[in-house]
């Protein structure tokens, strides 16, 4: 088998888990028979279609220069990953570590890192979502299960109805919840289950989440 081609499936499905889809939805959105993304994936095309290659590459953000390049390397590595996609390697960190990143920034982070597929600038981060506080109800727009994945970026801006990553001062921990600045300002959940949270001087914005990276059960 052509070790290349291998690298290159290895990589399609990297983004495709990355981005939280499955092949049946994948299917709906490019054309790409979910058949055929499963035997690229596993590399068991010869001569995968050039036409499906790009339109895979072009719904997960994959640069076709990089993705070549990329697998030369020969590695299945979260380095390798990177080079293929427009995204960053970002930190996954805890939730006490949100609550004081700026100050952390300088630091040398041990943990683990993952390719961003969104938008973001070097000082962003991802954090594990705990808890069903922010898994809304069934036909909600947005929802995010414990154990998925948020991005965040601390340079972007809160503004009304946006996701923010916040902290309350005098705390340890940062809180992830829905910001509402029109009327009463409030952070508020999208379970309903919890409490809102009025917002005031003791709240500190750490960041605005940007996307999602939703974990895939199989």
Known sequence: MDNRKMEIGKLIRRARLSAGYGLTTVASLTGVPASVQSKIELGDIASPSFLYIARLAKFYHLDMEGLYDATLTNADTTATMAKAIKSKLIPVISWVQAGSWHESLNCNHEGEVITSPYRCSDEAFALEVRGDSMTAQTGSKFSFPEGSRIIVEP??????RSFVVARIHGTDEATFKRLNI???????????????????SNIHICGVVVGMIQKIPF
Do not use: C, K, S, T
Not at 155 to 160: D, I, L, P, S, T
Not at 182 to 200: A, R
């Open 155 to 160: 340079n972007a801006e809160a503004r009304h």
């Open 182 to 200: 029109e009327g009463d300002h409030y952070l508020q959940p999208l379970n309903p289950q919890y409490p809102i949270m009025p917002v005031n």
